[in-house]
């Protein structure tokens, strides 16, 4: 399964001298080298404009994967396409939960001066084909080219089929933030069950969970995030409460099986 975060690398060494605003003159070869380098990623893509609110591009692999053209993903109602792609029950919980939420934070990278490339968000869901076929999907998505002021211009969208190695029948999502170094954090983690409700842990709890991952003890965590060691304890035995797990090792196949941290 390809990451956001090695796409995005290969990405950036092969278009560094190109302009990604040439996308809104149709620039036939630069269209040319997009598609090339696309059809040859093992994952579904696409990339929204902001300004258009629709796809411009789609690569053959979200077609297979979908059962639909690119006509279909790409024409004026493209955008219906797409919704038609998500389960109902999913789609609902989506547009009152997810999207706003990442149009908020975008919102809010703008508006603080941060570069909203920074963000890189990815979740699950269930996905139809055309031929109703169901099956579990992750979405990964992050900006790529700006206006001046800042404002999102182009998002790529990488898809992949997951239903080999989905365990629950909950909507992951996730929020990352890459910092200097290009080291990938995660910010924020929220799991929505069948029954609509929410599993959230704080940004403490993700801090203290990156922790724990790499070994270290309740009184190291303590020290490295000047909070007493009967906090730490505190918020250990509330991160296994939420995420329901028995001990340490179902906490950390937990946290890499939902890609947390």
Known sequence: MVSYVDFELNFKKL???????????????????????????????????????????????LCSL???????????????TVYNTFHPTHMAIYNAY???????????????????????FSTTF????????????QFQLGVIETYSDGTPMFTVCLLNDISHIKKDNNIDFLIYKTSTGEIQQTISYTSFNEDNSQLKLSKREIEILALVKKGHTSKEIATKLFVSENTVHTHRKNILHKTNSKNIAELIQFANLKNIC
Do not use: T
């Not at 380098?37 to 258009?52: C, G, Q, R, T």
């Not at 934070?105 to 890189?120: C, P, Q």
């Not at 269930?126 to 999907?137: D, L, M, T, Y």
């Open 126 to 137: 269930k996905a139809v084909r055309s031929n109703k076929h169901e099956f579990w999907c």
């Open 98 to 120: 997810l999207f706003p939420k990442i149009s908020e934070v975008m919102a809010e990278a703008v508006a603080n001066n941060e570069d909203v490339k920074s963000y890189k």
């Open 66 to 80: 979908m059962g639909y053209s690119r006509a279909e993903f790409l024409s004026e109602n493209g955008m219906q």
């Open 15 to 61: 278009f560094e001298k190109k302009n990604l605003q040439s996308l809104n003159n149709h620039n036939p070869s630069f269209l040319k080298e997009i598609d090339a380098f696309f059809n040859s990623l093992p994952v579904a893509a696409n990339i929204f404009d902001h300004k258009e609110l629709r796809n411009i591009y789609c690569n053959e692999n």
